[in-house]
C-alpha cells in the first residue's frame, strides 16, 4: 500500500474534539500537513510506515487534551485498516501537541498593573466578611479607584448574588497570544467568581488540588489590567486556598474581619496568626469589627451590644494592629446583600458612610505600609 498525508486527514475529520463539537480538521487544529514516512528492510520493502501529526490545542491545561489525542491515534489505526484492509504493513502513529496560547506568566511576573492585593479574611464563617469585602471594593472605586474584587472561595462563592450577577458569564479575549477571561464589571468594580462558571444550585464537589487550579486561572488567566487594588475575598478558616494565594501573589496585606463575640475572636487570632508567621510575613492592615452594634433603622441613635461590646477593638489594641472601622448591624445590611445592591452604594447612609470610612481608612494604612516596608515575599514551598 501507499499511505498518502490525506488519508491520514480524512482519518482525523472522523474525530470530534469536544471543546468545539466539531471535527478535528474543522476545529483547525491540524497544526500543518501529516508526515508519512516509510521504514524499509535492507531489501528496500516498507515493513512500517510512520505517521507523525501535530494537534493544536487553546493551552496546556485543556481538559480535552488526552482523550482527544488518544481518539486520533485510534481513528488513523482504524481507517488505514478499512482503507487497505489486506495490507500487513504496520503503522506507528506520534501525535504531537502545540498550543495556540502563550505560556503563562510565571508567579513572580503575575499581574504586573496591579500596585495593592489585599486579603480580606476571617478566622471563621458567618461574621460577614464577604459583605465587606465587597462593600470595600465598591467604597473604593466610589473614592475614583481602580479596584478589582477576587472571590477566592471556590466552594461557597457570594459574589454573583451580592452583586446581582448570577447570570453572568465571562467571555475571553485574545491578549498578547493567550485567551485571557475578562472580569465582570459592577458598580464601578472588575470581578470574579468561580460562581459565574458553575451552576448555582449545585455544590462543588471538588479535591483540594483542583480548587486552587480554578483559582489560580482567575488570577493568571484573566485580563484584570491597572488596578490601584485588587480584594481577594478569602475562605473562612485557613487552608489550602490561604496557602495557594500565599504561593501565587504578593499579598500587600491583610484585613481581618471578625464580630465583637468571644468565639469569633479566638478565631480572628488564628488568622492574624497565619499571615504575620515568620513562613509568611504577610503585614496585618487591620481588624474591622462587624456586627459592632445593633441599630434599628427607625431609630439609628439606639446602640444594642447582642454580640458583646468592643471585643475587636480591644483585640486590635492588644494585638497593636490597627481598628479600621467598627459595622453596625443594621437590618438593610442583609437586604442590600441579598439583593444585590450592597449598602455602600447609598452613602447617605449610616452604613454606606461607615463603609466610606473604612475605605478612607485601608488607603491610609495601606499608604503607610508601602512607604516603610518592604515588598511582600511569596510563601515558598519546599517539597
Not at 483547525?28 to 493544536?56: H, I
Request: include cysteine.
Amino acid at each position: 500500500m501507499t499511505l498518502y498525508p490525506k488519508i491520514i486527514t480524512d482519518a482525523l475529520a472522523t474525530v470530534i474534539y469536544a471543546g468545539t463539537k466539531k471535527n478535528l480538521v474543522e476545529s483547525e487544529m491540524l497544526a500543518d500537513q501529516p508526515v508519512v514516512t516509510p521504514s524499509l528492510s535492507p531489501q528496500g520493502e516498507v515493513k512500517k510506515w510512520n505517521v507523525e501529526v501535530t494537534l493544536l490545542f487553546s493551552r496546556e491545561t485543556d481538559p480535552f487534551l488526552k482523550s482527544t489525542v488518544k481518539a486520533a491515534e485510534a481513528a488513523i489505526k482504524y481507517h488505514v485498516r478499512q482503507v487497505f484492509p489486506n495490507d500487513t504493513e504496520s503503522i506507528e502513529v506520534n501525535i504531537k501537541t502545540e498550543y495556540k496560547s502563550a505560556p503563562r506568566p510565571e508567579d513572580d511576573k503575575l499581574l504586573p498593573d496591579v500596585k495593592n492585593i489585599i486579603a480580606v479574611s476571617s478566622g471563621k464563617g458567618g461574621v460577614g466578611k464577604s459583605t465587606v469585602s465587597a462593600n470595600l471594593a465598591i467604597s473604593l472605586a466610589r473614592l475614583g479607584y481602580s479596584v478589582g474584587l477576587l472571590d477566592t472561595d471556590i466552594f461557597g462563592p457570594s459574589v454573583p448574588k451580592m452583586f446581582q450577577l448570577e447570570e453572568a458569564r465571562p467571555y475571553a479575549v485574545e491578549k498578547d497570544g493567550r485567551q485571557l477571561i475578562m472580569p465582570v464589571e459592577q458598580y464601578g468594580v472588575k470581578l470574579l467568581s468561580i460562581g459565574f462558571f458553575v451552576n448555582k444550585d449545585t455544590a462543588t464537589l471538588w479535591r483540594g488540588g483542583m480548587a486552587c487550579s480554578a483559582l489560580k486561572q482567575l488570577i493568571a488567566d484573566a485580563d484584570w489590567g491597572e488596578l490601584d487594588y485588587l480584594i481577594l475575598d478569602t475562605p473562612p478558616g485557613t487552608s489550602d486556598i490561604h496557602l495557594s494565594l500565599l504561593q501565587t501573589l504578593s499579598i500587600t496585606g491583610a484585613i481581618i474581619v471578625s464580630t465583637p463575640q468571644q468565639v469569633a475572636l479566638a478565631d480572628a487570632r488564628k488568622g492574624i496568626d497565619m499571615y504575620t508567621n515568620d513562613k509568611v510575613n504577610v503585614p496585618i492592615l487591620g481588624l474591622v469589627e462587624n456586627m459592632a452594634w445593633f441599630t434599628p433603622a427607625e431609630h439609628l441613635d439606639e446602640k444594642y451590644y447582642i454580640f458583646g461590646k468592643d471585643g475587636c477593638k480591644n483585640l486590635a489594641a492588644e494585638m497593636n494592629v490597627p481598628l479600621l472601622a467598627q459595622i453596625p448591624l443594621v437590618q438593610g445590611i442583609c437586604e442590600s446583600g441579598d439583593s444585590g445592591v450592597p449598602a455602600a452604594l447609598d452613602v447617605a447612609s449610616p452604613t454606606g458612610q461607615a463603609f466610606i470610612a473604612l475605605a478612607q481608612s485601608v488607603v491610609t494604612v495601606t499608604n503607610r505600609r508601602n512607604a516603610e516596608k518592604e515588598k511582600t515575599m511569596r510563601v515558598q514551598v519546599k517539597n
